[in-house]
């Protein structure tokens, strides 16, 4: 590559790009939109938005397509279904070009204008910068205990801990996203792989607000199988658990037959009790129905990477040329005719 060329592929690459999965966000897209632009605007670096639409059944496809019609930064990725906010965020850092990437909410409970504060400390030489929540009180009482169990119970179990009440919202230094790139596990625990690739880091607290608009689109069984694929991906520990379990109820068992035996050789033959003979039964049918299902967990996730599928499937885009797209390898095989040069 010349040096001409070499200058010119240097400016095109913006200084920020911000990540944005939506799913249903229709209700809060113009507020959103508005926020994040002015902060945009008072930064003075120039940036694109990355916004991947994770399968949105309301109007935030129609909302997207104004958007950059209006401003062609305002960069659209469509999902041929919803695959969910992990994978919708691995797009969207798959195909940011940004010095310097910072995903982010919709609903603007992470507020925009903390961006800037961000950048300074990464200008500081910092390469990640995580937002961390300084109180939960936005969140319902039941979410606040969950949260904190789940954190103190993963953190037990992980070897590299991870940051509590640290979402996805921070700044990520282009190293940090070159190298996410390069973890395609299928079974995604995005603030395990965030805590996982380490780099240099430093937290911004701030307080969460209210939602701006519109609903959350997490309801308590997807929170709990958010939390058993974050366990289950980022920490073998179930497995020990399971070994564990297993040699304590053989010990058990031995003992408590050298007891039967030991008493039937001193005290002659007792009435044989339906209690006991039912409590043991079960107890020992849980405990292997308990570890059955913990191998059933890890195996499955086994059964996952071996299909070797894509993670996404880009059904049409705004904002990028096929060439562009296909190198990620995600398109549809027969895209929409909606590309955007």
């Not at 996805?168 to 792989?193: A, H, P």
């Not at 053989?250 to 039937?264: C, D, K, N, P, S």
Request: hydrophobic share 45%; glycine share 8%.
């Amino acid at each position: 590559m010349t040096r001409g060329h070499s200058r010119q592929a240097a400016a095109s690459i913006p200084t920020l790009s911000v990540v944005v999965p939506m799913f249903n966000e229709e209700a809060v897209l113009p507020t959103f939109f508005a926020r994040l632009e002015k902060t945009l605007a008072d930064l003075g670096v120039t940036y694109e938005i990355i916004c991947v639409n994770d399968g949105s059944r309301d109007g935030t496809h129609r909302l997207l397509a104004e958007a950059h019609a209006r401003d062609p930064r305002i960069r659209v990725l469509n999902f041929s279904r919803n695959f969910g906010k992990e994978i919708a965020l691995t797009a969207g850092l798959d195909h940011a070009k940004g010095a310097a990437v910072v995903p982010i909410d919709a609903d603007l409970q992470d507020p925009p204008e903390l961006i800037a504060t961000f950048l300074e400390r990464w200008r500081e030489g910092y390469e990640v910068v995580l937002g961390v929540r300084q109180n939960r009180n936005s969140d319902t009482w039941a979410k606040r205990v969950s949260a904190k169990a789940f954190y103190k119970v993963m953190n037990k179990m992980a070897r590299i801990p991870i940051p509590a009440n640290a979402g996805d919202f921070r700044l990520m230094d282009r190293r940090v996203v070159d190298t996410l790139r390069n973890v395609r596990e299928r079974q995604r625990f995005m603030k395990g792989l965030f805590a996982w690739v380490g780099f240099r880091q430093c937290e911004v607290g701030y307080v969460r607000p209210e939602r701006s608009a519109g609903s959350s689109k997490f309801n308590y069984w997807g929170l709990w199988s958010f939390a058993l694929d974050g366990i289950t991906g980022y920490s073998t520990a179930p497995l020990h658990v399971a070994a564990y379990l297993g040699s304590f109820t053989a010990l058990t068992a031995v003992l408590y037959g050298a007891f039967l035996v030991l008493r039937r050789l001193l005290f002659g033959t007792d009435v044989p009790g339906y209690t006991s003979t039912m409590v043991a039964v079960l107890f020992l049918g849980g405990v292997q129905l308990t570890v059955l299902g913990i191998l059933g967990e890890y195996l499955g996730r086994v059964y996952e990477e071996t299909k070797h599928r894509p993670l996404y499937i880009i059904d049409s885009a705004l904002g990028w040329s096929p060439e562009d797209l296909s190198a990620c390898g995600e398109w549809a095989a027969n895209p929409q005719p909606d590309v955007s040069d």
